[in-house]
């Protein structure tokens, strides 16, 4: 299917962009039924929308054969005059906004557009707005200040579009559209291209809008094409090493890793650093320059990894961007695809992998269903895995391909000077030493056959002790017995920190470097554990506590897992070794201080009456 005809200017302009068939969403806006009329349209990020809004405003910002009026200055191309603008769009952040004026400029060749952000001078877009334009692009809040000054006037504006609507809603700017929107004039046509439909951009739509066109390109019963879903499950501690090993594994020339605060930004960016990745941060906190600088770090190639947040990375257009980690689970579906979009734009593939712990994989499930994505899930890429790749593509780089000319006069020279196998020796050193090492991940542990059913009388409760554990619960839902003077209870007798309900079979003794000394409390012990260890609550037997250490028991067949997993902790984690195979050792007993003999007894006197 071939671009039907618009206008001859826009004609021209797309077959000199190599535009040859309409995407679905710029065919929908060309067809019969849309022209004139207010659109609400949902469309996936990446799938053309802004040349689509630019073809839909054609019919009422070109109409054919539109003569300038007398006395006004003629545009290139048979636009209007300019004067005050005719038509307004509103994207939620300033690279998004740049990016639609830098779309409109070759589709609308000729036409005097203004950009008015935030983060650049606004007394020049002033200057650019009082000389007169057709088209102004820009981001609520900025437009908003322009508005208040008086610079921006609106009195002849015929179309208005929001792009990303559901982003700006998300952003808080639902009051400065609603102040740009009152402000324009009513018989104006009203334009919103949304990833989603929520409530909030469906009652803004029956606010804003007349008789709108529903249009909607999304097959939700169908996952992104052109995106394929990896989930990789990993340890809690291992996140960092797993994300290093993805990034190595796919190799590709642009990345985004999402983090979910600025502070993990900064953090997950300087330990890619050190690594040896070329990466640049995209947050909040940085300036215009710094970060329209990192940006052009990414498109230019000068950076391939770029570590963000979700609201700095709204709007981005990195057309090298093949693959997008989710560092930080997304929280729900929207977020999810969202920053996945970033990837498999324009007919491109891209993978989004979500790393996973193995505590929040049921979390992760629970979003890319409600997504309606199908993700793979398998472990992190081992370190071994790295390096067959990188074999892989050492024997393919096109650095060997036959040199010619002079380059083989030298090769030759070399070849006959030197052992063939230290040349290759040597090619290979010079190759890994641009890559960064890849870090260590422990294996995943084995699956577990799920535990017969135990009664409680069997595991020695009764009403009372369930009624007492279940009143003070720790994080992961276990409930403990401590020491206590109430002998009528059927676990008084029990030695300080043992679980209930602990599971029979062989165990291996461990041992943390944190005691009664440290306030260690199986309440936080027994999730640190799970966590640190790839284990959970069921590979773990008794916990006893001693005054500067703390032994418990991990089932045999995953002993030798959790002795890996836990071998090489950061330094802010408690050291664990493993104590052996004997019987656990008898609690010490409990030493309270002395309290002496009192020096006078007390005297309890009574008031007469």
């Known amino acids: 299917m071939t671009f039907p005809l618009v206008h001859p200017m826009l004609d021209a302009a797309l077959i000199a962009r190599g535009y040859l068939e309409p995407t679905a969403v710029q065919s929908a806006v060309l067809q019969p039924e849309a022209e004139g009329r207010d659109l609400l349209v949902s469309a996936r990020t990446g799938s053309g929308k802004t040349v689509a809004f630019g073809l839909a405003a054609a019919f009422t910002l070109m109409p054919k054969g539109a003569i300038p009026p007398e006395g006004g200055i003629p545009a290139a191309g048979g636009m209007p005059a300019y004067g005050a603008p005719i038509a307004l769009c509103i994207a939620p952040t300033r690279e998004l906004a740049l990016q639609v004026q830098a779309e ?57 579009v929001l792009d990303e609507a559901d ?19 009513s018989e104006r046509r009203t334009l919103m291209f949304s990833a989603t439909i929520p409530h909030d951009i469906a009652r803004l739509a029956r606010k804003y809008q007349r008789d709108a066109l529903r249009i909607d390109t999304i097959d939700r019963s169908q996952p992104h094409d052109d995106i394929e879903y990896r989930a990789i499950t990993v340890a809690g501690h291992e996140i960092e090493a797993a994300l290093v090993n993805i990034l190595r594994w796919y190799e590709s020339p642009g990345a985004l890793v999402f983090c979910a605060t600025r502070d993990s930004t900064r953090r997950l960016h300087q330990s890619l650093v050190q690594r040896g990745f070329a990466a ?56 999810l695809l969202h920053r996945s979009g970033r990837t ?52 393919t780089d096109p650095m060997l391909d036959p040199p010619e000319g ?161 071998a090489n902790l ?11 195979d004997g019987p656990m050792p008898a609690r010490a007993p409990f030493r309270s201080k002395p309290s002496g003999p009192r020096t006078a007894p007390r005297v309890h006197s009574k008031r007469s009456a």
């Open 570 to 580: 950061p330094e802010h984690e408690p050291r664990i070794t493993q104590a052996g």
């Open 104 to 160: 409109l400029a070759w589709l609308y060749a000729g036409a005097r557009i203004v950009s008015c952000v935030g983060g650049m001078d606004i007394r020049r877009e002033s200057r650019l707005l009082s000389a007169g334009c057709h088209i102004v692009v820009g981001t609520p809040g900025r437009l908003g200040d322009h508005l208040r000054r008086g610079n921006l006037n609106l009195s002849a504006l015929k179309v208005v």
């Open 344 to 395: 498999g734009r324009a007919g491109r593939k891209g993978v989004s992998c979500l790393i996973v712990p193995y505590s929040k994989r049921r979390r992760a499930e629970q979003v890319t269903s409600a997504a309606r994505v199908r993700a793979s899930w398998s472990n992190a890429p081992s370190a071994e895995d790295i390096n067959g790749r990188d074999r892989e593509r050492l024997v």
């Open 406 to 566: 002079a380059e083989r006069i030298d090769a030759e020279a070399l070849l006959a000077a030197n052992d063939p196998i230290a040349i290759a020796a040597a090619l290979l050193r010079l190759y890994r030493r641009q890559l960064p090492p890849p870090a260590t991940v422990s294996a995943a542990p084995p699956p577990r056959a799920p535990e017969p059913h135990v009664s409680q009388a069997v595991r020695g409760y009764t009403a009372r002790d369930a009624a007492r554990t279940s009143a003070r619960p720790d994080a992961t839902g276990k409930s403990y017995h401590r020491d206590s003077a109430n002998t009528s209870s059927p676990r008084a007798d029990a030695p300080e920190g043992i679980r209930e309900g602990t599971p029979e079979g062989g165990f291996v003794q461990f041992r943390i470097s944190v005691g009664r000394n440290n306030r260690a409390d199986p309440k936080w012990i027994l999730p640190l554990l799970c966590r640190v260890g790839n284990v959970t609550k069921s590979d773990i037997g008794a916990i006893r506590i001693f005054d500067t250490d703390t032994r418990f028991e991990i089932s045999r067949e995953v002993s030798d897992a959790f002795a890996a997993a836990t």
């Open 280 to 335: 640049v941060m995209l947050s909040g906190e940085l300036s215009q320059h710094e970060r329209t600088t990192a940006l052009d770090a990414l498109r230019s190639g000068r950076a391939r990894v770029g570590v963000c947040t979700d609201v700095a990375a709204r709007g981005l257009d990195l057309p090298a961007l093949d693959l997008v980690v989710h560092a930080d689970l997304p929280t729900n579906p929207e977020t």
């Open 167 to 185: 982003e700006m809603l998300d952003l808080g700017f639902q009051e400065e559209l609603e102040v740009i929107l009152d402000a324009a004039p």
